[in-house]
């Protein structure tokens, strides 16, 4: 009896020690639960926008420039400062006289001399030509005398008419040459006397008014000191500020997706988010290079804003704003994080959670915005699912959360 229960007794022994080895073996050889992270389905708004950033223009703006060459009058308007339209600008007045050299004035002096000089040959010449035309006109009045009493023959009286004639004309010559002469000194003279040295103070006889097209404001200055100015040369910019548009540089890959009427969010600004609509997206693209060094083929669209004045009445022109252009929307869909589906059999799938164990399950999915996708059918609202599945996990896995 005693040794039956000693057999015995050792029989139980290794039989509880062999299921403990089992047991052991069992669990050393079962698959550790994958570590996961988990994300919820839900319902909520959705939305899928472009974001870049944009800048505001004046939609007309004007630059004010000088319609002929001439000296510039200093502009005293500054940037801000309220225009009318035809409201003075600028005067532009004639270029100033050269300042002479010694040789210059020299010469110049000669030629005031020389005129003077002609002048007064001119006027001997009067003299002589004065006396001749005075002594042919009496002769003819003598003449045309002794005609009256048949004294002489009318053949003579016709040549003494013809002489007098001819000296009056050859007075009336050297009378015209002794006016130009008189010119010629004056020009010699004031050649010297309105010179740079010996320019006058006083306001010119012409100067050219230029004035604003426009009621706007000043937007830039782009000549203000005064001086020598050339025409066509830009003197200021106007515009209305309270017609403001956005210009925002689109990358060409996004720029296909917009179009005319497409609302739009402008924010960072400084104030409250403005709303505005798309007015064109131009038809022609650019090449840019970003921060990176990366070059970008790039589109502007312009946008319009829609808020009312008083929301944006201290934005101005050349102001950074960011522009959310709104592709699609919905205020309530049911959807998933997009970093929990991934293509299976050519079809989006997820690793739903079911008893701790992570199963396959085909899903339906529709607009996505890159953080979130829309679920059409295959899941409901609440379940749990995992988020950025690895390769190591399989249909049917024990799962862990992190």
């Known amino acids: 009896m005693t040794m039956g229960r000693v057999w015995k007794g050792k029989w139980v022994f290794w039989a509880v020690f062999a299921l403990l080895v089992a047991v052991v073996i069992v669990y050393s050889l079962r698959p550790e639960p994958v570590w996961v992270n988990l994300a919820t389905v839900t319902r909520s708004p959705m939305e899928i926008t472009i974001l870049e950033e944009g800048k505001t223009r004046v939609k007309d703006h004007y630059v004010v420039s000088s319609p002929v060459t001439g000296y510039l009058n200093r502009v005293e308007w500054k940037v801000g400062d309220p225009l009318t339209r035809a409201e003075l600008v600028a005067y532009v007045e004639p270029m100033p006289a050269n300042v002479l050299d010694a040789r210059s004035r020299a010469e110049a002096q000669a030629r005031v001399e020389a005129a003077r000089s002609a002048l007064a040959a001119v006027r001997q010449k009067i003299s002589a030509a004065k006396a001749d035309a005075e002594y042919a006109e009496s002769q003819y009045g003598r003449l045309r005398a002794l005609e009256?009493?048949?004294?002489?023959?009318?053949?003579?009286?016709?040549?003494?008419?013809?002489?007098?004639?001819?000296?009056a004309a050859i007075l009336r010559s050297a009378q015209f040459e002794q006016d130009v002469a008189t010119h010629e000194l004056a020009a010699a003279r004031a050649f010297i006397e309105v010179s740079a040295a010996h320019a006058e103070s006083a306001t010119p006889a012409e100067r050219v008014a230029v004035r604003s097209p426009v009621n706007g404001v000043v937007l830039d200055i782009l000549r203000e000191s005064?001086?020598?100015?050339?025409?066509?040369?830009?003197?200021?910019?106007?515009?209305?500020?309270?017609?403001?548009?956005i210009v925002v540089d689109v990358l060409s890959f996004d720029a296909v997706k917009l179009e005319p009427g497409i609302q739009t969010r402008l924010n960072g600004w400084g104030g409250a988010t403005l709303q505005a609509v798309i007015r064109r997206v131009e038809p022609v693209g650019f090449e840019d290079v970003s921060a990176l060094g990366v070059e970008e083929q790039r589109v502007k669209v312009i946008v319009d804003m829609l808020s009312p004045r008083e929301q944006w009445n201290m934005l101005g022109d050349g102001y950074r704003v960011d522009a959310e252009f709104i592709l699609w929307q919905s205020p309530d869909v049911l959807q998933v994080?997009?970093?929990?589906?991934?293509?299976?059999?050519?079809?989006?799938?997820?690793?739903?959670?079911?008893?701790?164990?992570?199963?396959?399950?085909?899903v339906e999915t529709g607009q996505s915005n890159g953080l979130a996708t829309v679920v059409i059918s295959g899941l409901e609202e609440g379940q749990t699912v995992v988020r950025h599945p690895g390769r190591e996990l399989s249909d049917g896995d024990r799962i862990r959360v992190r």
Request: no cysteine; hydrophobic share 40%; proline share 5%.
């Open 148 to 167: 009256a009493s048949g004294s002489i023959a009318a053949e003579q009286v016709q040549q003494a008419q013809s002489t007098a004639l001819r000296t």
């Open 226 to 245: 005064e001086g020598v100015i050339q025409a066509g040369e830009a003197i200021v910019r106007v515009g209305d500020p309270g017609t403001l548009e």
């Open 337 to 362: 994080p997009a970093s929990a589906l991934f293509q299976h059999d050519g079809q989006p799938t997820v690793f739903l959670l079911e008893d701790q164990r992570a199963t396959l399950q085909a």
